[in-house]
């Protein structure tokens, strides 16, 4: 293998809108459209991996700023190409910070970089990315069944309008999911289509009390051999999260970020007899000593988009690991690309602790070859074939892309969305 078959050739970033559910969270509601960033490498050898990650023209911007940079450096000098990356995109913190969203650029767009340069590597030597990470634990990695408060309408328009001839699983997708009894016959939905094993809500848009009591429901319908996960999006203040979260005790398998920032978080731990989790209050390396100093969480759930890559989670996990915390993975509205890296990921974990979490029942398309990914029996298996074992569906690309220039989105902006429905919605970071 001549040294010029693995150098960068091109980089080429292609930018898509995907049709999205009106689902709620504390910033507001998901616009019609989720944005994705196709990246592509192509080797001098004419090999060609593909990644994915959450698209806005900021980060369009910040690829473009560094794609002649990276022409020519070799795809296995991950420390190099990351360096390049660090050095082009600023970034004003490594942190998270309060946002509802992650908006840093250099850890998603190194996390794009490197699993593509990993799914060339697994191209070329004939094996999968998940052996490229410490090898195969497992063939088949579970997720959770991922339920979410939405308005009526199952995404794709601007006036949420409904879908006609939809039925099962898609007809409580697009069902109006506000009530409690809604909620549970999501939950029913989603567990009798893909078989999970474990439920999660995403809260944060409504009081407590209706949130504790929707979990108290989805917990006396499933019993408790349903392990069952709530997540505020530290929307609670810390009394409340003392308050609500003591009424959530023998009914949670854990309780992701009821409150912002470590300290209040490891107060809340000696208040409240639930495992916390997170995917907020630690979201760096650099937030690690004093995560393990003040004990803020028992979990954290990684993500590869924001820990700056697949082999940064592995580093992650092995911290956890080291210091008694329980490792799982965050999600976002994803793709097949992604959904494929997650999979490599979590087949390569030496044990599993949790079921991870998964956006992607929610997505009606994709833009992979053959379609969706399955889940079945609340697990999906590590695609077949060399690499990432996926393809870019070329046709689906270009219509995904054009939906992209055609919905004039060019950012998530949950808050914005609400404010079709409600003029007087306001992101507030602590609501409650």
């Not at 998901?30 to 990650?53: D, F, K, N, Q």
């Not at 999911?177 to 939950?187: F, K, S, W």
């Not at 107060?267 to 995560?291: D, G, W, Y």
Request: charged letters at 25%.
């Amino acid at each position: 293998m001549s040294h010029s078959s693995h150098q960068i050739a091109k980089i080429i970033a292609t930018p898509i809108a995907v049709p999205d559910p009106p689902l709620l969270n504390c910033a507001g509601i998901h616009a019609p459209y989720a944005l994705r960033i196709i990246l592509e490498v192509v080797t001098e050898g004419g090999i060609l991996g593909v990644s994915e990650i959450p698209g806005n023209e900021r980060s369009m911007e910040a690829i473009r700023s560094i794609q002649g940079l990276l022409v020519g450096k070799d795809v296995l000098q991950l420390s190099q190409i990351l360096s390049i990356v660090r050095d082009e995109i600023e970034e004003p913190s490594d942190e998270r910070g309060g946002a509802p969203h992650d908006a840093r650029l250099a850890v998603h767009i190194f996390s794009a970089i490197e699993v593509a340069c990993l799914d060339i590597l697994g191209k070329m030597l004939e094996v999968g990315v998940v052996d490229l990470l410490g090898g195969r634990m497992r063939e088949r990695v579970p997720f959770a069944a991922y339920l979410f408060y939405k308005r009526k309408g199952a995404g794709g328009t601007y006036g949420y309008e409904t879908q006609p001839d939809i039925s099962g699983w898609e007809y409580h997708r697009q069902a109006e999911g506000i009530e409690t009894e809604d909620l549970v016959a999501q939950a029913i939905s989603m567990v009798d289509t893909f078989g999970n094993k474990s439920i999660k809500l995403k809260g944060g848009p409504f009081v407590p009390e209706k949130e504790v009591a929707d979990m108290h429901a989805l917990y006396d319908h499933f019993g408790p051999d349903m392990p069952l996960r709530y997540d505020p999006n530290a929307a609670w203040s810390y009394d409340t999260g003392v308050q609500w979260g003591k009424k959530l005790e023998g009914v949670l398998q854990y309780l992701e970020d009821p409150v912002k920032g470590q300290e209040n978080m490891a107060n809340l731990r000696k208040e409240v007899n639930i495992p916390l989790a997170t995917n907020m209050c630690t979201t760096s390396f650099s937030q690690i000593p004093n995560s393990v100093r003040v004990h803020s969480e028992d979990i954290i759930l990684s993500d590869h988009h924001f820990w700056g890559g697949l082999r940064s989670s592995i580093e992650l996990y092995r911290i956890c690991k080291t210091f008694g915390r329980g490792f799982s993975m965050h999600s976002n509205s994803h793709l097949g690309i992604s959904m494929a890296a997650m999979i490599h990921l979590g087949a390569a974990l030496p044990e599993f602790d949790y079921d991870l979490d998964t956006h992607y029942p929610w997505q009606n398309e994709d833009v992979i070859v053959g379609g969706k990914i399955p889940i079945e029996d609340g697990c999906a298996e590590i695609p077949d074939g060399p690499g990432l074992g996926v393809e870019i569906d070329r046709e689906q690309l270009k219509k995904l892309h054009q939906n992209y220039i055609d919905c004039g989105i060019t950012e998530r902006d949950d808050e914005f969305e609400m404010q079709k429905l409600d003029p007087s919605w306001r992101f507030v970071e602590e609501r409650y």
